[in-house]
Nanobody, 122 residues
């Protein structure tokens, strides 16, 4: 599975961005967005199970970010609203092919795309 993330950029606090993760296949159990702050480990942001469409969110983004997928396009999205400076990070998309994977654990993900940088200015 190949993943390609895009959509990052510079935005002012309170603004919005939409991240896109294009996958090379639809034979995926779940995909997720993770983010990495400088010098830190990646942290979970949100995940979506492709067949069911059920979602999971980190508390820090719940109510501001919305994850979705388009099965016809093999694409996942992260709509980020009301962005805050503390959302600034490199965002990565990951995919797991294993049904029932624990989505909050980075090692559950077999495949990763390159990162896309999000910078939120105050």
């Amino acid at each position: 599975v190949q993943l390609q993330a895009s959509g990052g950029g510079l935005v002012q606090a309170g603004g919005s961005l939409r991240l896109i993760c294009a996958a090379s296949t639809s034979d995926i159990y779940a995909t997720a967005w993770w983010r990495q702050f400088p010098g830190k480990e990646r942290v979970f942001v949100a995940a979506i199970r492709w067949e069911l469409g059920s979602t999971e969110y980190a508390e820090a983004v719940s109510g501001r970010f919305t994850i979705s997928r388009d099965l016809a396009r093999n694409t996942m999205y992260l709509q980020m609203n009301n962005l805050k400076p503390e959302d600034s990070a490199v965002y990565y998309c990951g995919a797991t092919l294993t049904s029932g994977s624990y989505l909050y654990w980075s090692r559950s993900y077999d495949h990763w795309g390159g990162g896309t940088l999000v910078t939120v200015s105050s």
